[in-house]
C-alpha cells in the first residue's frame, strides 16, 4: 500500500498540489467551505432527531437536509484527497489522520444504520420528539462527526 501513496505523491497532481501557489490554499479554502455546509446541515439534521423542530414532520425534514450533507460530504472528500496527495505517504502514516479516516467510517455507518433501520421505525408525518433509537442516532452523528472535524485541524500538529 506504501508505494501507492507514494505514487500519488510523486504523481503529476502531488506535484501540481505542492508546487503551485494557489491550489493547496484553494482547496484548503473548500475543505473549510464544506466543513460550513456539512457540519451545519449534520446539526440541524441531528437536532430533530434529539427532539428540536418537533413541529416539523421528521422524515421530509432528514430527507431535505441530508441532501445537503451529501453535497458537503463531496465536496469534502475531493478537497480532502487534494489535500492528502501533496504528502499523501507522510499524511498517511500520521495517526491523527488514520484515526479521522476511521472515525468517517464510523460516522457512515452510522447514517446507514439509521436510513436501513430506524427511519422504518419512525410514521411517515411524524411530529413530536423521536423515538429512543432516532435520538442515539442523532447524538452518535453529532459526536462522531465533531471529532472527525476536530481530527482534522490536528492533522498538522502531528
Ligand atoms: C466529513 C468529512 C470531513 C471533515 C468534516 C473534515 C474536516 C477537516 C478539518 C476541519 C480540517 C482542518 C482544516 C484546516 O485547519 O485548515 C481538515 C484537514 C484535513 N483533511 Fe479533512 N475533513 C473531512 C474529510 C476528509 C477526507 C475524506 C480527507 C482525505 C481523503 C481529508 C483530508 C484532510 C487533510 C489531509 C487535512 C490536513 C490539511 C492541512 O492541515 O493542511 N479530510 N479536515
Known amino acids: 500500500?506504501?508505494?501507492?501513496?507514494?505514487?500519488?505523491?510523486?504523481s503529476g497532481l502531488g506535484e501540481a498540489m505542492r508546487g503551485s501557489s494557489f491550489l493547496y490554499p484553494l482547496a484548503n479554502v473548500m475543505h473549510i467551505?464544506?466543513?460550513?455546509?456539512?457540519?451545519?446541515?449534520?446539526?440541524?439534521?441531528d437536532a430533530r432527531l434529539l427532539g428540536a423542530?418537533?413541529?416539523?414532520?421528521?422524515?421530509?425534514?432528514?430527507a431535505c437536509w441530508r441532501r445537503v450533507a451529501m453535497a458537503a460530504f463531496a465536496?469534502?472528500?475531493?478537497?480532502?484527497?487534494?489535500?492528502?496527495?501533496?504528502?499523501?505517504s507522510a499524511i498517511v502514516e500520521n495517526p491523527v489522520f488514520r484515526n479521522k479516516m476511521i472515525l468517517i467510517?464510523?460516522?457512515?455507518?452510522?447514517?446507514?444504520?439509521?436510513?436501513?433501520?430506524?427511519?422504518?421505525?419512525?410514521?411517515?408525518?411524524d411530529t413530536g420528539r423521536p423515538p429512543l433509537a432516532a435520538r442515539v442516532s442523532?447524538?452518535?452523528?453529532?459526536?462522531?462527526?465533531?471529532l472527525v472535524a476536530v481530527a482534522g485541524r490536528l492533522i498538522a500538529y502531528f
Not at 109 to 124: H, M, P, S, W
Open 75 to 88: 465536496i469534502q472528500v475531493v478537497s480532502g484527497f487534494l489535500l492528502f496527495s501533496a504528502e499523501a
Open 1 to 10: 500500500m506504501g508505494e501507492w501513496f507514494l505514487a500519488l505523491e510523486q
Open 138 to 146: 442523532g447524538a452518535a452523528s453529532l459526536t462522531i462527526w465533531t
Open 105 to 125: 467510517v464510523l460516522g457512515l455507518a452510522n447514517v446507514a444504520a439509521f436510513e436501513l433501520v430506524t427511519k422504518r421505525e419512525i410514521a411517515g408525518a
Open 53 to 62: 423542530f418537533s413541529g416539523l414532520a421528521l422524515k421530509p425534514f432528514i
Open 33 to 45: 467551505v464544506g466543513l460550513c455546509f456539512f457540519f451545519g446541515a449534520i446539526a440541524i439534521m
